[in-house]
């Protein structure tokens, strides 16, 4: 009896550290199970090229740290803050005032959240420009997708807790939009909130979300995704646009090659984390009141593109319509017939780099001209007064923008004599820059009553 439980401990034992026998002194005990657990992650050998710190600027492993800053930091916040409208907003202030190192600890749980919303948006660009969403990685595409939108809603969920103007009212802004979305807008809107309006339930609810259910879902799929990223052999290996010839693969160990970077690159992250919290502290207004509404009332920063898009386009469109067809985009992007591999290369290829900063010059020159236009000249509701404005405000602009873009694609294919891979990447560019722009209009150049000003009479959003 002792024999076969020996047995079967000894099995368990090895199927873990992935050896049948394990080494002998404490010292080789320790390395090895370092280096397992390390390597469960990553594969044991890396093409030497993927270590160039400019093929991939280290942003995933940035995104990792940042997360493990918010869990720390997220947990000593939660010893001091009170999820209730009545002591939520004072306990902000006694930790900024009474606890030591309080607002030092908020400032970097503030900027580590926002920077992270930034640094997953450019991860995802880098994987787009250098073709690394396609096989064997297009699932693991997909789950990105997911934890961005996870971190979206960590970021959304934390705005309200502070339960101040700024948080109150931008979270009653978005939370607004739902009522648009055909059949379950309304329901979604209550179900959020709690109830009709922004109160107890709501912070409970948002409390819940950031502090609980989004962690415990940002803990289960970030291992998965890197666990994805190792069964594909690692980041892709980057491949030179002047020589397409495949690259001779030099291999290196992961540790300590790779992670020896990791570690430096998490390392000054942190540090300048730090320094910047030290200069800057979290905003923090007045506390909440619901019958004061500030002028403007803008949405979290990162919604702002979407509020843009409500001041030129009708709600169904701008709230439900376009985001549904954004999304679709980009979940079906990896799955798209294309005509070559590219996987590897910057921008495709030369032709590819030219076409995508001809289409980010057409964007910087169109947006802001349609953007003006839209505010000053163009109006469809008085042009057509017979159609329903879902029409004449929604589904006509649309089409027009829609058409825009399909010409777009088809004039500089064909002016370029471009594969299907590199349209595609021009029109993406092409709408990523008019995105970005229409995020920074509704942060810099909206003032009150959400009218066009210049940012020195609107003030930056924090």
């Not at 030092?104 to 420009?129: E, G, Q, T």
């Not at 309006?197 to 989004?214: D, M, Q």
Request: charged share 15%; aromatic share 14%; with cysteine.
């Amino acid at each position: 009896m002792t024999q076969t439980r020996t047995t079967l401990f000894s099995r368990i034992r090895n199927s873990i550290f992935w050896a049948p026998i394990l080494p002998q002194t404490e010292r080789e005990r320790k390395k090895f199970l370092l280096n397992n657990l390390i390597l469960h992650f990553r594969p044991r050998t890396i093409p030497e090229q993927t270590l160039k710190f400019t093929h991939t600027w280290g942003l995933g492993g940035i995104a990792a740290a940042l997360v493990m800053l918010l869990f720390l930091t997220g947990i000593m916040l939660k010893f001091i803050y009170e999820p209730f409208p009545g002591r939520a907003y004072d306990s902000i202030i006694l930790l900024q005032q009474d606890v030591w190192f309080g607002q030092f600890i908020r400032n970097i749980h503030h900027w580590s959240a926002n920077i992270l919303v930034v640094v997953v948006f450019l991860h995802m660009v880098r994987v787009f420009f250098t073709g690394a969403f396609h096989p064997p990685r297009q699932f693991n595409w997909i789950i990105g997708l997911i934890l961005f939108f996870l971190i979206i809603i960590s970021n959304f969920t934390g705005y309200l807790l502070p339960w101040d103007q700024l948080a109150f009212w931008a979270i009653t802004i978005c939370t607004s939009m739902f009522e648009y979305i055909p059949g379950v807008g309304m329901w979604l809107q209550k179900l959020i909130r709690g109830g009709a309006e922004i109160g107890p339930e709501s912070l409970k609810t948002f409390f819940t979300l950031h502090s609980a259910i989004v962690p415990a879902c940002l803990i289960t799929l970030m291992p998965f995704h890197f666990w994805r990223v190792r069964k594909a052999r690692g980041v892709v290996t980057p491949r030179s646009l002047r020589d397409k010839s495949e690259p001779a693969v030099r291999k290196v160990p992961t540790v300590p090659d790779l992670i020896l970077r990791e570690l430096v690159v998490a390392l000054v992250l942190i540090a300048f984390i730090l320094v910047f919290s030290i200069i800057f502290n979290a905003p923090l207004e007045d506390k909440a009141n619901p019958g004061l509404s500030p002028n403007p009332a803008k949405a979290p920063w990162y919604f702002l593109g979407m509020q843009e898009l409500l001041l030129h386009f009708h709600p169904l469109f701008a709230v439900f319509i376009i985001p549904i067809f954004v999304i679709g985009f980009l979940i079906l992007l990896p799955y798209f017939k294309y005509d070559s591999d590219v996987t590897g290369f910057w921008f495709i290829s030369q032709k590819g780099r030219r076409m995508a900063m001809v289409s980010a010059f057409c964007a910087v020159i169109a947006m802001p001209t349609w953007i003006i236009a839209d505010e000053f000249f163009i109006d469809f509701t008085a042009w057509l007064p017979g159609p329903p404005t879902v029409i004449s405000n929604g589904l006509l602009p649309v089409v027009i923008v829609a058409v825009v873009v399909i010409g777009f694609y088809l004039l500089i294919k064909k002016k370029y004599a471009a594969t299907k891979n590199e349209a595609l990447q021009a029109v993406f560019v092409l709408l990523l820059v008019s995105f970005i722009i229409l995020t920074l209009t509704g942060i810099w150049f909206r003032g009150q009553g959400m009218a066009l000003s210049w940012p020195w009479q609107v003030g930056v959003m924090e």
